[in-house]
């Protein structure tokens, strides 16, 4: 009887959600798939029968894109630089939240994820003023301790970086209400007994909070990289790929071919090379973590 | 907290000033967009920007609710709202599902749903958008809702903070006769209230600011929500700054009163001990 | 909380019913998709055709950065409006794919849809092949803003007339001082290298499928522009907004188009007077672009008949000045602008006038990737320092290679 029941509860608990996963992700993306064989365009969009197979073609004709291989590249760019760096910022600032709870405290929470809901056309103007060359704040501030004027958004790499700051900037929110709630988690008396032992405070973040946070990292870090994987909006609302294609991402590369210039095929192909690296940089870091709590 | 109590005074100001040093950076875009909302049009874009406004004016929100169909649109954004608030109740009961029970099939299915985080939603548009017109939802609010219900994301934050309360409990409950809903609703949600906070508000703002289904389902205004009503109000050449940052600026104060409702629960914590 | 499933499911199912009202009832419905401001201007405009006729019309304005996105899922699932706007370089895409019912047949029918009435630049954006698939609605072309004042400082009384004229003019007002510049000429433009192009005698021959980027005339063009950024007198790096520049006088000249109007009354009131509009500097043309909106009818329409009835009323003559006047649009049509409201006002003159000499972007549904690689390769040559021969040749290869794919 207990079996049974045991057997049958776990699908009533995951049902709705997967059912609904099915039928408005699971699907389209085997869709998206059978897409990416063929050579839908807008023309084949209104009529199906104009949709031919080219098989291979498109992942063919992708690899040799000058600006796809642009694109992969700029991507890892920016994940390698910028993944490790939200994540340090927000469980800093998670850790320096946590230090108090007056209601500066309860304040700055608040502060902190500002950048999070901050309207995306506001977050442009801004950050233009911020990184613009000659009348810009960041050159002004510069100015003063005589440093020349920075091409922030105008040369390839400086631009690649401007976004990755941007970027962290805006991240930082959502992981440190994530990590600020795992550190609620653990329990007090650890800390008490750890005191009691008379252990320093840097003894105590790195032997108690960091390994106690554990699952909390391995979110933010699995769900940061996939997000990061697929950077999109930063370059498409500040530079829309350029200069010269320097800062132009595997998503943005995506939406221009699929939707500025209706090559759903070709699209679609691009998005599931994206997809694979996604799956094997994602089961590499559940590998890792499976060894981890297996120790 | 006991261990505040120990530190020392410096200490506490040096964190005070990273916080407050910090803050003031974070929030400079924040604090433009509400300002820019009572300037003139010209005053916007001007170099260098200005936090106070020059020419203060209630000009834009005048205009915001005037020309915007408002009464129908927030409607429409409250029903959506209500509705995500379901699609969080679904992702809770998945995450719980693959925390805490072993069943076939459970790495598979939770594999299958990390990928659907993992490509474009643009790819996904227009095939989600033919089953929708399959099923016949297009034009109508489900079709506008059940796209977003459930979030592969949510599902997988819910795991991993269940996956750390310890089964000792369920095990003591069930040997107490308790039903597995009932220790669902009545002793796992209690717990992992933290979580549920910040989900609540993921989940708000999401339903709050949905844009892009509500204005490729609708086929009538009728169902156009807040985001879609603002966003008409931009001009393919000129673009109205001032009156979109109005419209942001108002969009972002049910968030705020939102988040410091929610956010109590984020820290206010809780003891495993005072469960048992 | 299972009762709380129960009553939103309801609501849910009360919501959907409730608004499914039929498509198909009679077909006295006329739908109309509109773009962003005038989608919602609209709705009320076309009250008076619903008076005049037994049709009802139902707009649905969308907005602009949008619009493409749905028109590609109407396409896609056939759930498209009667009538839809768009902009003329969405409509050989459009065409091509087959979305739009072509009006050939019905051109005896519709006074006001016969292709004289239009002027010469907006028919190439009705045409698709020997098909008509779309009526111009509204125009516009970009011609000179300039600072009267300033450019009577620099020895000019009136706008300069020819490419020589405007290189001279704009070196002078450049050579004010640092930050001053001559002309602004917007880097991220798909169309002005495309208008130098046409002013130097540049045509495309698309009919044989040649698109020409290798003649001479297209390649002094190109040098023209880009001599522009090496010489100083346009900024190549981004800088004030153009309103604020033109209004401080560090940017006393740039192309735009009648929007520009209202943007420069409305944010720099004080410029009244010191500023002025003109048709296109010449070389062997003074080519400008056109652009606006046509209203089309959807291949999967509903109403067909309605939808052109529509159509109809909103390019009649006497309809068109009156929406002029509400959206602060051009007329498509040239008889319109022998009103008086619009030939003796002066800036709306200037317009007028360039209308006579404008043309469409090239008319395949290629023209936005084709315009968006020679963005880049100007690219190339006014940042990367790239030998224009060699990046020209290059985008002539791609181009082409576009065009036949």
Partial sequence: MKQLLNNRHPYMFIAPAVILLTLFSLIPILVALVISFTDMNLKGLADWSAVSFIGLENYKDLFSDATFIKSIFNTFFYVIIGVPLVIICSLSIALLLNYGTSWIFNTFRAVYYMPSITNIIAVAVIWGYLYNTEYGLFNYLLSLISVDNIPWLQEPTIAKISLIILAVWKGIGINMIIFLAALQGIPKSYYEAAEMDGASRLQVLFHITLPLLRYATFFVTVTTLIGWMQFFEEPFVMTDGGPLDGTISIALFIYQEGFQYSEFGYAAAGSFILFAMIIIVTVFQFKVQKKDTEL | MATATKRSKPEKALVIFLLIAGGVLVSIPFLWMISSSFKPENEVLAIPPTIIPDNPTIENYIKLFTSMNFAVYLRNTIIIVLFSFLGLLFNAMAGYGFAKYHFKGREKIFYLVLATMMIPGQVTMIPVYLILNAMGLTNTMAGIILPGLAVAFSIFLFRQFMATIPDDLLEAARLDGAGEFYIFFRLITPIAKPIFAVQGILTFIAGWNSFLWPLIIANDESLYTLSVGLSLLQGQYANNFALQMAGAAFMVIPIIIIFSFFQKYIVEGFTMSGIK | ?405
């Fill in chain 3, 1 to 405: 909380m299972i009762l709380l499933i129960v009553v939103l499911s309801s609501i849910l199912v009360a919501c959907s019913s409730g608004d499914e009202s039929g498509s198909s009832e009679d077909n006295k419905e006329v739908t109309v998709w509109a773009m962003g401001e005038e989608g919602k201007l609209l709705k009320d405009f076309s009250k008076k055709f619903e008076e005049n006729s037994d049709y009802k019309v139902d707009v649905q304005a969308i907005p602009w950065d949008q619009a493409h996105d749905k028109l590609l899922t109407a396409v896609a699932s056939g759930n498209g409006p009667d009538v839809v706007q768009l902009g003329t370089t969405w409509v050989p895409e459009f065409a091509e794919a087959g979305a739009l019912k072509d009006l050939s047949d019905s051109m005896e029918d519709y006074d006001s849809f016969a292709k004289d009435n239009f002027f010469e630049g907006a028919v190439a954006s009705m045409e698709h092949g020997d098909q008509v698939v779309g009526i111009p609605w509204y125009v516009d072309t970009r011609v000179l803003f300039y600072r009267t004042d300033l450019l009577k400082e620099v020895g000019y009384n009136e706008a300069p007339k020819t490419w020589d004229e405007l290189k001279d003019a704009a070196g002078k007002l450049a050579a004010r001082g640092d930050d001053m510049y001559g002309l602004d000429i917007d880097l991220n433009d798909q169309i002005t290298p495309f208008i130098f192009a046409w002013q130097n005698g540049y045509e495309a021959d698309l009919e044989n499928n040649d698109l020409n980027f290798d003649t001479t005339e297209f390649k002094t063009a190109i040098e023209y522009y880009t001599s522009y950024f090496e010489e100083g007198i346009s900024q190549a790096q981004q800088g004030k907004d153009i309103t604020q520049a033109f209004a401080d006088g560090s940017k006393p000249m740039f192309f735009s188009g009648p929007w520009m109007v209202n943007i420069i009354n409305d944010q720099a009131p004080d410029l009244k007077g010191k500023w002025a509009t003109a048709v296109m500097p010449k070389k062997e043309t003074n080519t400008s672009s056109m652009g606006g909106s046509v209203l089309s009818v959807f291949e999967s329409a509903d109403n067909p008949k309605g939808a052109m009835e529509f159509i109809s009323y909103m390019t009649e003559t006497e309809t068109q000045l009156e929406w002029a006047k509400t959206s602060n649009t051009l007329p498509s049509r040239t008889e319109a602008w022998e009103d008086p409201m619009l030939k003796d006002d002066p800036m709306f003159a200037t317009f007028g006038k360039q209308m006579e000499n404008a043309k469409p972007g090239l008319q395949t549904e290629k023209f936005e990737r084709i315009a968006q690689e020679l963005l880049s390769s100007i690219e190339r040559i006014t940042k990367g320092g790239a030998d224009l021969e060699k990046e020209l040749k290059a985008f002539n290869k791609e181009a082409q290679s576009l065009l036949e794919e």
